[in-house]
């Protein structure tokens, strides 16, 4: 797809460049906002608010809600303040809210000036409320209906507010804004009676969640329950607004993008790669590559404290690499599984016994293997092929153990740690790969003197 918005792009830039205006409107309005927003991503600044104002309003400003937050600064710098009034007019609370979270000050003051009051006032009151949480998350475009409507009243309230709402399939059932239930259009539709009250046919066991609710925990409540839409109500139960299932989609890829760069050993970035400059790039960077590299002297610290054994058996230094690293692998994978079923709630804190005996007995199987081929290895290559007189059956017995307990203490350190992280209220993702690596090689270090010094005497 990167290649064809590409052609776009310098397909639509020589067209500006010849003035053919009519042409580019033609092909415009038959694409989704979604790929345009695509195609001016790669045009040169010049020619995007150009391209820009041959859209028609609701597809310009489903284009402008696709858009990175760079390129939406751009546009609205070249806006008149009637085209961004236009704009404004045509979006969603929630798409409004979004993109005010984006800008800077400067810009954020103009987007309120232009919004009409109402805009205004419900953007103000959603930037209440905490980032992350339901409220914050919410829209206030729902479509709401008394229990006392006959069901041809309530067809006919959705044809008249419907327009603006951001979903009307769902329909909320309100009393002085208290959510007593919800009904659907399907519901209105095949009622047998269109005298038939409201209250009568709604659905009154309403799953809700309340404004502080985490937006991750509504994206994987909407995921779990296939809703459309989450009402959200205050602490009275006063509906207060609706969390759409495509607010719920880019909250799981906020969510997964995030965890992603922290089990990749960076703090989380709202840019895109190519929109990072190598500063940007550095200053997510360099913390976690500071800690490791300060938490990686421990392990020198112990193989400076056994200088004296690997004097005696230097062929145990040729080994070190291996195990460290197949120690590293094996927390990596259980901290992993882990942390991926910690974000799924398939898991939680209680249930740690059971994931340790499972990791256990899964060490055990994965240990056993690897020892047996290890011990293969050192016996046929390291002894015979490069004929390494220090390689001896005793010492080969010495790393495959080392191997296996490092395993079994490696799996069960990757298990606990992202569940104990959960339990104490961090990120479980902090707990992945670059931290479990560090601090499995100096427990396999440690093992694996402490067999060696038991078994060889040095």
């Known amino acids: 797809m990167s290649d064809t918005t590409f052609s776009l792009a310098a397909t639509f830039e020589e067209l500006l460049a010849a003035k053919k205006y009519n042409t580019i409107r033609d092909v415009l309005v038959t694409m ?18 150009l391209l820009f104002r ?17 390129l939406q600064e751009l546009l609205i710098k070249s806006f008149s303040d009637t085209e961004l009034k236009e704009v404004l007019d045509e979006l969603y609370v929630d798409d409004a809210v979004d993109i005010v979270e984006e800008m800077p000050a400067n810009v954020v003051k103009r987007i309120l000036q232009a919004a009409d009051p109402q805009m205004r006032r419900e953007i103000n009151e959603i930037l209440r409320y905490p980032e992350n949480s ?3 998350l919410m829209t206030t475009e729902y479509v709401s209906l008394r229990p006392d409507m006959t069901v041809a009243d309530a067809i006919t309230r959705i044809r008249r507010t419907g327009v603006d709402k951001e979903t009307i399939y769902t329909c909320y059932v309100t009393k002085d804004r208290l959510l007593l239930g919800l009904v659907t259009v399907k519901d209105l539709l095949l009622a047998p009676d269109d005298d038939m009250l409201v209250s009568d046919i709604m659905e009154t066991n309403v799953i809700s969640v309340d404004t502080m609710t985490d937006q991750e925990e509504v994206a994987n409540m909407l995921s779990k329950y296939n809703f459309l839409a989450l009402p959200v109500v205050d602490t009275g139960g006063r509906l207060v607004g609706i969390i759409t299932f495509d607010d719920a989609m880019d909250v799981l890829q906020e969510e ?22 190598p500063w940007d790039l550095f200053k997510h960077r360099i913390p976690w590559l500071l800690l490791l590299m300060v938490s990686a002297t421990f392990t020198g610290m112990i193989i400076s404290g056994f200088e004296d054994a690997l004097a005696a058996q230097v062929v145990l230094t040729a080994f070190i690499p291996m195990l460290m690293d197949t120690g590293g692998n094996s927390g990596s994978q259980s901290s992993v599984t882990i942390i991926r079923a910690l974000s799924l709630d398939e898991l939680e804190f209680h249930d740690l016994p059971k994931v ?21 290895k050192i016996m046929l290559v390291d002894k015979l092929l490069m004929g390494n007189e220090g390689v001896t059956p005793l010492v080969a017995l010495v790393v495959c153990l080392t191997l296996a307990v490092t395993v079994l203490v490696a799996k069960v350190i ?4 992202p569940m104990f992280a959960k339990r104490l209220g ?7 790969s670059p931290f479990i690596t560090t601090a499995v090689d100096a427990v396999s270090l440690l093992v694996y003197f402490g067999i060696a010094t038991a078994l060889l005497h040095i």
């Open 54 to 70: 041959l859209l028609p309003k609701e597809q310009a400003a489903e284009t402008f809600v696709e858009m990175d937050p760079e």
């Open 32 to 49: 989704n906002p979604s790929d345009v927003a695509a195609v001016m991503d790669d045009m040169e600044e010049k020619g995007m608010p």
């Open 356 to 376: 340790i005996w499972n990791e256990i007995r899964t060490a055990v199987l994965a240990g056993a293997v690897l020892a047996a081929a290890c011990f293969v």
């Open 256 to 277: 997964a993008t995030e965890d992603i760069e922290i089990m990749g050993g960076m703090t989380p970035s709202d840019k895109t790669y190519l929109r990072s400059t």
């Open 414 to 417: 990757g298990c606990t740690l």
């Open 426 to 432: 961090f990120d479980p993702a902090v707990m992945a």
């Open 134 to 136: 339901a409220g914050s």
